[in-house]
């Protein structure tokens, strides 16, 4: 297990349509966050799993966004109806629980582009 | 609220030439963390440093090394001799909002030209 992976690297699709971005996170890891990073800003927090339990949301996460981590494990991030607007970098992180102020890992990221 | 403000947008230099990143960061939290993260054209956020707030003790990491200073709220990175491999965005970010949660600066690009 040498990271956190996230899958597509790039989605490009139209506006309107649906997307669903994965994460795997370390597999030790029982903490798992989304960010998002918009062109030329830092990362910003959307939402955050400890286990399987959602413990936090951003007001950034819109009724048209929704994430998941079904058995504390990966976790999907979809966006319904796509708007222009959603075009980012999608982070993905894990941490442990009591390590998580020691930094997190972060994936690669997802860049989608709704054209 | 907390707040991280990284001043310098982008800088330019050339190699082997130090830099200083700026970063100032607003909380009210008396516990909380502070970190540097390299992000090269990869994508992907490197962590580079971690610092708690009891910790003022500045640190060296081979050509890195932080200036900490509570004063002024500032978490400073500097780079010696810098090269062409450290041309990235460098991100400081603070966390101590709940669930470990990162606030992050809108970042510094870093050119190192040749």
């Known amino acids: 297990d040498t990271g956190v992976s996230q899958n597509p690297r790039h989605k490009i699709t139209k506006r309107g349509q649906n997307v669903t971005f994965r994460c795997d996170p370390i597999s030790e890891h029982n903490r798992l966050y989304w960010y998002r990073q918009t062109l030329g800003q830092g990362p910003e927090f959307l939402t955050y799993?400890?286990?399987?339990?959602?413990?936090?949301k951003s007001r950034l996460l819109s009724d048209r966004f929704s994430a998941e981590r079904p058995k504390g494990s990966f976790s999907t991030l979809e966006i319904q109806r796509t708007e222009q607007g959603d075009s980012a970098m999608y982070l993905c992180?894990?941490?442990?629980?009591?390590?998580?102020?020691?930094?997190?890992?972060f994936g690669s990221g997802t860049r989608l582009t709704v054209v | 609220a907390q707040k991280v403000t990284q001043a310098q947008t982008e800088i330019s230099v050339v190699e082997k030439e130090d830099v200083t990143l700026d970063c100032v960061y607003e909380t009210r939290d008396t516990t909380y963390y502070l970190f540097w993260y390299k992000q090269p054209p990869s994508g992907e956020l490197v962590f580079l440093i971690r610092?708690?707030?009891?910790?003022?003790q500045n640190e060296i990491s081979g050509r890195y090394s932080w200036n900490f200073q509570k004063s002024t709220s500032s978490f400073n990175f500097t780079i010696t001799a810098s090269q062409v491999v450290d041309s990235a965005v460098y991100f400081c970010a603070l966390s101590g909002g709940g669930y470990n949660k990162l606030i992050f600066g809108a970042g510094t690009r870093l050119a190192v030209h040749p």
């Open positions: 799993f400890q286990n399987e339990a959602q413990l936090e």
């Open positions: 610092r708690n707030s009891f910790d003022e």
């Open positions: 992180a894990s941490s442990f629980d009591t390590l998580a102020n020691y930094g997190y890992t």
